[in-house]
Every structure is written in C-alpha cells, then in structure tokens.
C-alpha cells in the first residue's frame, strides 16, 4: 500500500517565502537604522548647538570685562593713597636745598673765618645730606615703578576688544550705561591722579638729583679746601702783625649776620646728623638715678652717717649738678666734628658749671686761678661771636695768648709747690704754656690759622683735662656709695678696705679718661680724622700667614674683649657691695651666684671675642686641635684645674664661706677660682690650693648643710661632789649661752679618774661654727665659776 507524503512545499513556493522573509527583515533593519542615524543626528545636533552657544558672548561677560577695569581705575587710587612719604619727601628735599645753599655760600666766599674744624663739619653735613637724598631717591624710584605698572595694566586693558565693543556698539551702550557712566567719572579722577602723580614724582626726583650733583660737587670743593688751608695754615696767610692793614677785607661782618649764619648751620647739623646725642643724654639720666636711688635707701634706713667716713668732695643726695657735669664733659666726644658755635657753648657752659661745683671745694687762692682761667676760655669766645673783624681778632688772640701764657707759668709754679692732689695737671699745664707761646709766634708771622687751633686747643685740653679727672673722681665716690649703700640694705658688715677699691676703680676711669681727653686733643689739632683714617686702613687690612686671613683689627678687638671680660669677672662683686673681704659670713649664696656670673662672663666675653675677631670657624677648630694636643703633651694640670672650678662651682661641695677641711689643712673658704681656690685659716694665712688637688683629696665640709658643731670640755673634780648637782648646774649654766641650740640635749659624763677625783666630759652643740672656740672659752670659764661658788674643787 502506497503511503501519503506529509505536507511539502515545492521549491518555486520555498524560494518565494524565503525572499518574502528576507524583505521583511531588511525593511525591519532599514527601520531600525534609520531611527537609530535618528537618534545619533538628534544628539549631534544636541551637541552642535552647545558648542555653537559659547561662541555667543552673554551680559556675564561683558560684565566681568568691565569689572577687570573697574579693579583697575580703584587700583589706581589705592596705589597712590600709599605714597605716603611724597610730602615729607617734598618738605626734606626744601629744607636740603636751603641746607645745600648756605653751605655753598659758606663755601665759596673768601671768608677769612673758614677754618679746618667747619670745613670738616660741612663733610660731615654734606655726607649726611648724600644719604638722606640718596635714600629719598630710592623712594621716589620705587613709586615711579609701581606707577609705570598701573599704566602698563591700563594700557593692555585698551587692547580687548570685547571693551571695545562695549564701548562703540550703541545697543551694548545702552545695556551698560549705568556702569559707563560711573566708569567715566572713575576714570576722570584715575587721570588726575596718575598726571599728578607722575608730575610730583618727575619733580621730586629731578630736585633730589640736582642736589645730589650739588653735594658731590660741594664735596669736593671742601676737600680741595681741606687740603688747601691744611697746606696754607703753615705758610703766611695774612700780614705780619705790624704791617698795614687791608681795610676793605677787615670789615665786620656784624653781629646778627654772624650769629644768625652759625645758628643756621648748626641747626642743619643736628637734624641731619645722626648721633649718639641720646645715648648721652640716656647715661646722663642713669648716673642721676644711679646717684640719687643710693642715697634715698641710705636717708630710707637713716644711715646717711654711714658714708661720712669716706668724705665725698663731689656727689650729695640730689645730684642733679654733677649730672649736668656728667653730660657736657661727654658731649664733646659724642659730636666730635660738631659746629664751633656748638662745641664753645659746651665749653661755656661746663666752665660755669665746674665754678659753681669747686666754689667751696677748692682753697680760695686756687679757686681765684680758675676763676682767671675761665675769663681766658670765655672772652675770646664772646668777642668773636660779636662779629669783630679779623684784624681785631688777632690783637684780641694775641693779648689773651700773652695773658694765658704768663697765667701758666704763675699756676705751675704754684700748684708745683703743693701736694699730689694735683700732679696729674701739671703735664697739662706745660701743654697749656707751650701751646700759647706757639699761638703768640704765629700770630705776629700771619699763621692765623694755627692761632686759632693752638690757642683754641690750649685752653680746651686743660678745660677737658680737669672736667675729665673731676668726673673720674664723681664715678668713684658714685661706686664706693654703691657698694655702702648694697652692704646695708643686704646687712652685711659696713666696714670694708675701700682703698684697694678706689685704686682699681680709679686706674680703669683714668686709663678712660685719657684716652677721651687725647681724642679731643687730637681732634682740636684738626688732625684725628687722618690719623683715625691712616689707622683704620692700617687695621682693617686682610693679611695672610699660609691659609690663614686676619686683621690686626680683628687682634686688637679679640684682646680688648677678653680683657674687658676678665675685668669685669673680676670686679662685678664690687657693685653688689662683696669687696672679697673674710668678714662675710652669711652670703655664701650671694657669693656662689657671683662666681657662675663670672663664669658666665668669662666665656660668653671668649665666644663673643672670636666671634668678634674674624676668624673663620674651620681655622679655630684647628686652633682647637691644636690646643688638644698641647693639652695631651702638657697642659693637663692646667684643664683639670678649670674643669676641676666648674664642677666645684655648679656642684657646690664648696662654697664661698664654708668651714672645711682639706687634708691637713683647715680653714674658710675665701675664694673659689677657675684654677685654684683660697683657704683663709684662723691664722689669717691664705692657702691657695689647685681645684684639682681638693676634688682628688677627701673633703670635710662642716657647713655644708648647716653651721652647727658640737664642741666638747673635759675637767677634773676633786671628790666627794653630788652627780646629780653638777649635772644640773653645768646644763643650766650651758643653756645660758645665747650660741648653744636648745633643741639637742646636752650630754654629760662622769667617770671615776681617781680615789679621789673624777673627770667630767661635757658634750653640747652651738649654733654658729665660727663662734666655736668663743662658746666653748665661754663656756668653760662659766661653768668654772659656777663650780667654784657651789665649793666643788675643779683641778
């Protein structure tokens, strides 16, 4: 039986269906990719268009353009408002100008007048005014920079075109017209400013240049002047004294021409010059108080009697004299190149001041000759301030070098013929006499400007001499009240050697005060700022020894550092009232603080002395190197015993007072050193001994912690006697003692010696180890009595 085929489907009918099908899907496909170039198109176009927008500029823009400008102009204003010193800039530069002017007049007349001492002072004021215009330049240049800045900002904001279409598009005018109609008002008062600024700025610095130019120029005519009187003053520079006289160049100048010249530059020195005026004003007033604050706790505790033995010639309880003295005496020195004017009525005012200080001091035929010696320093002073022509001057400086002269001779002879209270003036009076015997020769041969300074240096260099040595002796009797003053308010005991103070005091202010005095003489003599300058390049030039470079500056600034720290590590107790006497007992504290402060000194003043001196840091470790192995070879002893001073001094097994001792040695501590230490023994012999031998040697210290020791007293009592009355009597007889302490019992005891006798041993503690052999003689010769009175023979 033939079976049925399934359904099928032909081929022509299967290839249509598949081609059907595949129609389908394409347009399926078709669809989809066309909604998905769609898509991609839609969100390009999304992206287009942003990127299309920022090329678009908003009211935000335009608006932040404007602010840039804004910021600008206001910058404007504030940076201006900051040139705060063009005013004063502007009223220095006119005061300099006026300065500059008188000088040039002084200068470049043919004044007679003009001497080596107002030449060197016109430098002085000329370099002054160098500095203050060179800076004032600087100034002025660092506003023209920040100005020049704001311009060149201002000018790169004219080059954006967005403001310029701001300001050229009339509907963008229109939107912004509120901000560019204040723009223009900011922009109105910025022109101003910057014009006026720039103006001021322009002027002022072409004034600080022209006196620039005018300084140097001055500069260096007063230095050809310089060298020009300086050649001149030793050749004839007038007519003899007897020839005839030129009339037209012998008239005064007058008075108030004269005077109102001098105050002028003299004003213009002392604002422009800066000097250590306030420092001495500033020392004037810590003398004062130092002087016055001594007195007040003296008169405050009623001792004022205390210092009566000393007999002091210069201080008193309100020293407002002396300080004045104090003051002028130093004012020379601290203006060393100021005005005549300046410099003579320093010298007027401390003459009077020193009569009015020995009136009274001075017996009345000496005091007489000062009086004749302060008319000689003052009239010639006042005669040339009245304006007298030159021709006069001479006559008046001849007279008064005549008159001077013959008054030095009649004064030496004199105060020769006295004690040694005035030896140390009579060096200075030859000085005085030679020098106006000079004065007179060249004055009749038409040297007049060697007149001047060998008369004007005569009677200063005694004038100076005699405030100087005055003013030694006020800082003396100033120290010696100090340390009076510092040993009764810390009760110590008032008597104290002064003398061995006085003599190391005084020979350091005399070693002072004729440094000072030389100084000034040499600068009367017009010739200190050569020798200062010859012996600052002398001691500033570098010199060589192999690889090492050094100053004979840096030396001598090296020694003078590590001298002044030695002195005052040694002398610093004197101003505390601890002269280094054995009389105190009770200021061990005090005097271990005063050997750390010495030791502080003495190596901050090493460190600060190689600092000063220069020396490169690599140089002294090989100094040090050096110094090691010296050490090694042979200075052991030596570093032991400083290092062996430290540690007694911070470790304080001794202290300065202390009852000790040290082998066979016994006694007070006096001294503890950097080397060695001193013992005081009851004696009153010193033992020196290295710190070294008392760290390396077994110490007993009795003081270390307290001052208390037990003393012991033994005797012999004849029998019988009752124990127990002895006992009593002896403790009540111990107890009296004001140096027993009532808080250790005193022990007794009684042992048969013989049949018939008895020894006693009594064993008690006093309170002060320095009043033991005192207490126990005491003691003893009491205890004696007593025993006696009550019948008990003692053997």
């Known amino acids: 039986m033939e079976l049925k085929k399934p359904f099928s489907i032909t081929y022509p009918a299967s290839f249509l269906i598949l081609l059907i099908s595949l129609c389908f899907y394409s347009s399926v496909a078709v669809a989809q990719s066309t909604k998905a170039q769609q898509r991609a198109k839609a969100n390009a176009a999304a992206d287009l268009s942003y990127l299309a927008d920022s090329t678009v500029l908003t009211r935000g823009d335009y608006l932040a353009r404007l602010q840039k400008v804004f910021e600008a102009i206001n910058q404007v204003k504030v940076t201006t408002a900051s040139f705060y010193k063009m005013a004063p800039i502007s009223a220095y530069l006119t005061q300099d100008e006026a300065a500059i002017a008188l000088i040039k007049e002084r200068v470049s007349q043919s004044d007679r007048s003009l001497n080596l001492q107002n030449l060197q002072m016109y430098q002085t004021l000329l370099d002054e005014l160098e500095n203050s215009n060179t800076d004032c330049l600087e100034d002025l240049n660092h506003y023209e920079q920040k100005l020049n800045g704001l311009k060149t900002q201002i000018l790169s904001l004219r080059k954006d075109t967005i403001l310029h279409k701001i300001f050229t598009v009339d509907s963008l005018k229109r939107i912004f017209k509120i901000q560019l109609t204040e723009l223009r008002d900011k922009k109105v008062v910025m022109d ?122 210069f201080i008193r309880p309100k020293p407002y004299q002396i300080s004045i003295i104090f003051i002028l005496t130093l004012a020379p020195v601290f203006d060393l190149l100021a005005p005549a004017l300046y410099i003579e009525g320093v010298h007027i005012l401390l003459a009077i001041s020193l009569t009015t200080l020995l009136y009274k001091r001075l017996p009345p035929d000496v005091f007489f000759q000062w009086c004749i010696f302060v008319i000689l320093l003052i009239a010639p002073v006042v005669l040339r301030l009245l304006g007298m022509p030159p021709r006069y001057q001479r006559w008046n400086l001849l007279v008064f070098s005549i008159a001077s002269t013959a008054f030095g001779v009649l004064t030496y002879l004199k105060l020769k013929k006295r004690t040694e209270r005035y030896k140390t003036l009579l060096p200075v009076g030859l000085i005085f006499i030679g020098f106006n015997l000079l004065a007179i020769f060249c004055n009749l041969f038409g040297r007049f400007t060697l007149t001047q300074i060998f008369y004007t240096t005569a009677v200063s260099a005694f004038l100076h001499a005699v405030s100087l040595i005055i003013l030694a002796g006020m800082i003396t009797e100033a120290f010696l009240l100090q340390i009076k003053s510092s040993r009764i308010r810390k009760h110590y005991p008032e008597h104290f050697d002064w003398e061995p103070v006085v003599k190391s005091v005084r020979g350091l202010l005399d070693i002072i005060a004729f440094l000072v005095w030389l100084t000034l003489f040499l600068v009367n003599l017009n010739i200190f700022n050569e020798l200062y300058d010859n012996s600052l390049t002398i001691l500033t030039e570098k010199r060589t020894i192999g690889t090492l470079a050094f100053t004979f500056g840096g030396i001598v600034l090296f020694l003078i550092i590590i001298w002044t720290a030695n002195f005052l590590q040694k002398y610093i107790a004197y101003f505390f009232g601890d002269t280094g006497d054995d009389s105190l007992d009770d200021n061990k504290g005090e005097r271990s603080k005063l050997i750390v402060t010495r030791l502080i000194l003495l190596i901050g003043g090493f460190l600060l002395a190689v600092a000063a001196s220069g020396l490169p840091i690599d140089k002294i470790t090989v100094v040090l190197g050096a110094l090691g192995v010296g050490i090694g070879l042979g200075l052991q002893n030596i570093v032991s015993n400083f290092v062996s001073g430290i540690i007694l001094i911070f470790d304080k097994t001794l202290r300065i007072g202390d009852v000790v001792e040290l082998s066979d040695k016994k006694g007070r501590v006096k001294e503890i050193g950097i080397r060695a230490s001193t013992l005081l023994t009851d004696e009153g012999a010193e033992i020196i001994i290295p710190n070294g031998n008392i760290l390396s040697n077994n110490i007993i210290n009795w003081t270390l912690t307290n001052n208390q020791m037990r003393i012991k007293i033994e005797f012999v009592l004849n029998k019988p006697f009752s124990r127990d009355e002895v006992e009593e009597l002896i403790k009540s007889t111990i107890a009296a003692d004001d140096n027993i302490m009532a808080g250790k019992e005193t022990r007794i005891i009684i042992s048969p010696k013989t049949k018939t006798s008895s020894t006693v041993s009594i064993y008690f503690w006093c309170k002060d180890i320095s009043l033991a052999e005192r207490t126990s003689s005491s003691v003893n010769a009491t205890i004696y009595e007593a025993l006696e009175a009550k019948g008990i023979e003692v053997l």
């Open 192 to 313: 101003s400013l910057i014009k006026t600024n720039t103006s001021l700025i322009n002027s002022l610095q072409a004034r600080t240049s022209a006196n620039i130019i005018n300084v140097k120029e001055l500069k260096y005519a007063t230095d050809n002047q310089l060298k020009t009187v300086g050649v001149k003053a030793f050749g004839k520079e007038r007519r003899y004294l007897w020839e005839s006289v030129d009339r037209p160049a012998n008239r005064s100048m007058g008075f108030r021409r004269f005077m109102k010249s001098e105050q002028q530059i003299s004003g213009y020195y002392f604002v422009y010059t800066r000097s250590a005026r306030l420092l001495l004003i500033l020392s004037g007033v810590v003398f004062f108080f130092w002087v016055f604050f001594n007195y007040k706790s003296l008169i405050n505790r009623k001792r004022l009697d205390a210092v009566e033995s000393f007999q002091f010639l």
